[in-house]
């Protein structure tokens, strides 16, 4: 167990309102990622980060962004929440996707 | 476009069986990964292998790269092997792309 903490765990907002999900990692892995899990869907890649401040989009990044301000630390934000971003969200970290990824237990979103 | 293919997407077995799930791809790799989800929902990485055999107690994962194909498999199969198996590839860059997964069913 890695030692990656995801808060909060659960959430509902209106459409249209500000949320930031944080990710918390304790094994000092460069890389981290965020992911939404969705029906009928593989795991998608909406951002990740390859060191502090250094962060890239991945499939689904529309409507989200990142900040990665100090290595243990990973937030994603929905800067005006729609019912399509309504999803579990996963953060996973490792030292590179050659290598394990360690997942957090997830949050789950319903967005109203 | 599915660059990742899992078969079955639906599985269900007797306690004790020999279970197999299949991962097939259409392009070069540079390393497959096996998960598990549970349940509750949790991840968790079984194997990562880029050629040959991997065996963690009662699994087994293998690739052949020349058919970009690779099974996972279950031996003496157990309700606590219930879960969602997915898998993942890396194409030599710092993502992943996840299959849809194959849900596992293992009745006692």
């Known amino acids: 167990d890695a030692g990656i903490t995801q808060s909060p765990r659960h959430k509902v907002t209106e459409t249209g309102t500000p949320v930031t999900l944080r990710c918390h990692q304790t094994?000092?892995?460069?890389?981290m990622y965020w992911y939404r899990q969705d029906p009928g869907h593989g795991l998608r890649l909406i951002h990740y980060s390859y060191g502090v401040k250094d962060t890239d989009k991945g499939e689904v990044s529309d409507g989200y962004s990142v900040s990665r301000s100090k290595t243990e630390d990973f937030l994603l934000t929905l800067e005006s929440a729609t019912s399509s971003q309504t999803s579990v969200y996963f953060c996973?970290?490792?030292?590179?996707?050659?290598?394990?990824?360690?997942f957090g237990p997830g949050t789950r979103l319903l967005v109203l | 476009k599915n660059e990742v293919e899992q078969s079955p997407q639906n599985l269900t077995a007797q306690e004790g069986e020999f279970i197999t799930i299949n991962c097939s791809y259409s392009v070069g790799i540079s390393a497959l990964h096996w998960l598990q989800q549970h349940p509750g929902g949790g991840i968790v990485s079984l194997f990562m292998l880029s050629s040959g055999k991997k065996k963690h107690g009662r699994l087994i994962a293998t690739i052949n790269i020349q058919e970009k194909h690779s099974s996972l498999h279950i031996t003496a199969s157990h309700p606590r092997d219930s879960a969602v198996y997915i898998c993942?590839?890396?194409?030599?860059?710092?993502?992943?792309?996840f299959g849809t997964g194959t849900r596992l069913t293992i009745i006692p």
């Open positions: 996973a970290t490792g030292q590179g996707s050659a290598e394990t990824q360690y």
């Open positions: 094994e000092n892995h460069r890389y």
């Open positions: 993942a590839l890396n194409f030599g860059n710092e993502k992943l792309t």
